[in-house]
């Protein structure tokens, strides 16, 4: 089935991630804790949590009792800088397809991607991790 948007499993492990350590209220997360929430593999979580304390959002702690715990303040945590972290900045594009000209005299999709692009940038940039620090997760 095909997606309109679609996010990269390295976004999501970031964004949800995130999330998770926000909720814990300053106690470390290890890795398998994130790993078993997020259903992605230890490895690929260790390496963007890595990325995310490369950037200073985290700080982590090695050992047997170590994982990861905000650096930062949630409510100075913005989900499109996550996203941003992992992806890149978001291009404000006017091609969806990147075409250098259009064959067209006007484009067939008017001004959707740039529509749609400042509407995701307005939501991803208004969402701060505190907002977040009561969601409850589902069991598995």
Do not use: W
Not at 13 to 18: E, S
Not at 59 to 65: D, E, I, L, M
Not at 95 to 102: G, K, L, S, T
């Amino acid at each position: 089935m095909a997606h309109i948007v679609n996010m990269s499993e390295a976004a999501s492990i970031a964004l949800h991630g995130m999330v998770f350590i926000t909720r814990s209220k300053g106690n470390v997360v290890n890795v398998q804790e994130i790993a078993n929430v997020t259903g992605s593999s230890r490895h690929h979580v260790a390496k963007i949590m890595q990325r995310l304390v490369k950037e200073g959002y985290l700080v982590s702690q090695r050992g047997p009792s170590g994982g990861f715990a905000l650096k930062k303040k949630p409510e100075d945590i913005t989900f499109l800088e996550l996203y941003e972290i992992i992806e890149g900045k978001v291009d404000m594009g006017v091609c969806p397809f990147d075409y250098p000209y259009c064959p067209f005299e006007n484009c067939i999709f008017s001004d959707l991607t740039t529509r749609l692009t400042r509407e995701f940038l307005d939501y991803m940039g208004n969402q701060t991790l505190d907002k977040y620090k009561d969601f409850k997760f589902k069991a598995k």
